[in-house]
């Protein structure tokens, strides 16, 4: 009789078994913690400007000079009036009373400049803010101006974004260290200060309410309006094991799991004290990027068999996904942005194409190179679906072998070695981004093209391009949805990105935690929820 993992699990919770759940949840669980939430989540990177994986870190401690709402609008958030001159060349800012870093110094127009300018050397947007900037500088300790040198309509929406690097906030000596140098004092002026002194790497993370910080008085709306703070602590703990997270949450040790396993659904359902809700209210594409500079993906037929190959709704089901919550994508602009289009997507085929797949292979001179697959076991997900990629690819031929390490490992593996698998270099990396980013192609990485200066995988082309920049000169949606055709028929052409399907990932909550705020991204924040007698 074979044993399904969820007999297993139904098995334990009904023996009140605690499935080796770490000790410290326990030993940090007190029943008086009526104001001190605790989450399971992933380790944490600190300098958002050196990592992207550091924007839920920074969410929380640092602040931004403007916020995307839920429909993803512009709003002001440090920012307390600005305007325009006639000439639409300088817009000039003036950030609202009693803004304080957590050291209790004084936000100035200086820390802002300074972090703009530090953002503007690693974000794409940031970028092309920087190379149309005339002069970025303060007017007095709460003022300062950007100077264009010709008008451009996409400065405030670029502000706002955190498509790509989060324009986190920081004192100006903290914002001067170079980009690639990463900033570990932990110091911001956000709605929560980061407890250094309870900081245990790989295991818990802790933060605490900033009693100095004044919110904006409108209501909470995605990442704009009032970070109001309703608890005294947030601790994020780190478990990898989704049974050991499950049982957390069900004991109440835990109050949230970001990413519960999609077949604890039926049970989270079922059981009164927990819920499942879909915060992220965009969704997730899951992707693979091929790298472009060794073989076999530095031939064009070899990236477009793997476009075929994929069967996607089977690789979101491997990947532990619940059939109801996913979809295909088909658009270099993800599955529901203003911009997806159906240009050039004759290659999609529901079921996958493997017999196009092998062919294309073939006509590449594939020659039994390894296809090394990194592999991130401590993301169930992306750890299954990298699995399911290896068996597939050797269903019809391919070498392939998967390289199995840690998410920071897998990430830091990606971005630093472009040589060939045998000097210790990579051919396929798998991730996902919030859908909602794929309409902004001045700031999403995942779509450059930009050849050394792209995101890992180092696509290049330079008609694609011209195209991305082009972008942001037209002023309409019509212009830019017109544009959106054109890059995506070239891109499907030459493969920056392979998508493996899209889906809705719900949180699991005890139900006395409430008012989490929904947004559009995967980077939750923790202002607004509180905790209510059961």
Known sequence: MTITRRELIKAGVAAGTALSMPTIVRAQTSPSDARTVRWVTFNVQYDPIVSLDATQHALAIYDTLFAQDLKGLPQPQMVGKWSVS???KTYTFELRDGLAFHDGSPVTAADCVASIRRWGQVDAGGKMIMERAKDISKRDDKTFAITLNEPWPLLIPL????SGYYLAIMREKDANRPATEQVISNIGSGPFKFNNALAQPGVSFTYDRNEQYIPRQEPADGYAGGKVVKVDRAVWQVISDEQTAFAALQAGEVDFVKEPASDLYPLIESDPNLALETVNESGSDFYV???????????VKARQAMLHLIDQEAFMIAAGFNAKYINP???IFGRNTIYTNDENTGWYKKGGNPEKA????Q?????GETVLI????????????AEYLAFTLRKIGVNAELAPSDWDAAVKRAEENRGSVKDGGWSVFLGSWTDAKFGDPLSTPLLRANGEDAFVGWPKNDEYEALRVKWGEVETVEERQALARKMQRLAWDFVGTVWLGHCFSPIARRKSLTGLVHVSTVFLPMWNMQKVSP
């Open 86 to 88: 006639n000439d639409k």
């Open 159 to 162: 502000l706002a974004s955190f």
């Open 289 to 299: 990027r091929l790298n472009w500079l060794q073989p076999p993906f530095n031939n």
């Open 329 to 331: 994508v088909t658009s």
């Open 358 to 361: 092998e062919q294309l292979f």
């Open 363 to 367: 006509e590449a001179g594939y020659k």
């Open 374 to 385: 990194l592999q991130p076991t401590d993301w169930a997900p992306a750890s299954k679906a």
